[in-house]
């Protein structure tokens, strides 16, 4: 890691971060760099076992995760975890910039991806996003994980409600519009500067529409909005 940010603006502390990676030495940096810029770093693991075992007990706003872990693989841990807690943010760190990774780790629930070349002030800039609930992924990989977004609204999904019904919940005019960017790929930062409204109140619209539809994660509320062709307006 190379290129540690400093300052006030780097200094997170209200955001707990949890560490897994199987390599002591790289696990230990990461953590490092991470208090040391203010984040609450409230475990670390080393295998998949623990780390579940571990998050599950010290509740990390983001679980900063790398896929190619001992006893149980990454993508497991993500699916396993996010299952047992939605609110939990993923971002994965990981050597390897293969798509199938990538596409596995969204498909599990990851909400960003970040490769191991990144720079100190990258990841802690990721970590802070992710925090969020915005989508991070290394340039160049995005494009992909929108396009696997766009497959997996084309299969067959537990059914949601349809906000058609009489009686379904209904999204106010201003959370559609927000679903819809959403859907088209946008990052809740570039969502905020095209509503001309704060990043928080972004956030805030994608959490009631989550809770409005009954659904967990930014990959089933793409799903749920290209479905309904929200994507396309």
């Not at 230990?28 to 770093?41: I, K, N, P, Q, T």
């Not at 991806?113 to 992924?137: C, I, Q, W």
């Not at 906000?163 to 946008?186: F, I, N, S, W, Y």
Request: net charge negative; with cysteine.
């Amino acid at each position: 890691m190379t290129d540690t940010a400093s300052g006030p603006d780097a200094r997170q502390g209200t955001i707990r971060v949890m560490v897994v990676d199987d390599h002591p030495m790289w696990r230990d940096a990461v953590a490092r760099d991470l208090a040391e810029s203010g984040f609450d770093v409230v475990a670390t693991a080393g295998d998949g076992d623990q780390a579940v075992r571990r998050a599950k007990a010290a509740a990390p706003d983001v679980l900063v995760l790398d896929l190619d872990l001992p006893a149980k693989p990454g993508v497991q841990v993500c699916k396993e975890l996010v299952g047992h807690n939605p609110a939990l943010r993923v971002l994965v760190l990981s050597a390897s910039g293969e798509h199938a990774d990538v596409l596995e780790a969204v498909k599990s629930g990851a909400t960003g991806y970040l490769l191991k070349s990144a720079s100190t002030e990258e990841l802690l800039d990721a970590v802070r996003r992710t925090a969020v609930g915005d989508p991070v992924f290394t340039p160049g990989l995005a494009g992909l994980v929108l396009g696997e977004y766009r497959r997996l609204a084309s299969e067959p999904a537990p059914a949601a409600p349809d906000t058609d019904q009489p009686g379904a919940p209904q999204l106010t005019e201003r959370e559609t519009e927000v679903l819809r960017l959403v859907a088209k790929g946008l990052s809740y930062k570039q969502i905020a500067e095209r509503l001309v409204i704060s990043h928080r109140t972004v956030q805030n619209h994608v959490q009631n529409t989550l809770g409005k539809l009954q659904l967990h994660n930014r990959v089933e509320l793409v799903r749920y909005a290209i479905e309904r062709g929200l994507d396309d307006e």
